[in-house]
């Protein structure tokens, strides 16, 4: 496995997702933030890291909802401006 600065990877063993930061021979300098909002910063060795698979459907269902709430809100509109104008 070829990791490069950017990748995000995970330990083996499991846990959360890690940012590469930099690859040398054998060892890994890898990112993340804490659950307080603090950054750790460690060098790991290769052996122990996979690269992680990242669920992008959540971030797609947000995106739908937003866009089904900004239609109800179109609609709404539309339905308000038809009422008026009914009873003009």
Known sequence: MKLK????????????ALTVAEVTDEMVACIWIGEEGDL????????VLEPAHIDMSDDEDEHDEDEDSEEDESESEGHHAKRAAEIA
């Open 5 to 16: 600065a950017g990748d995000v990877v995970v330990l083996k063993s499991g846990g959360q």
């Open 40 to 47: 750790f910063r460690e060098s790991l060795p290769s052996a």
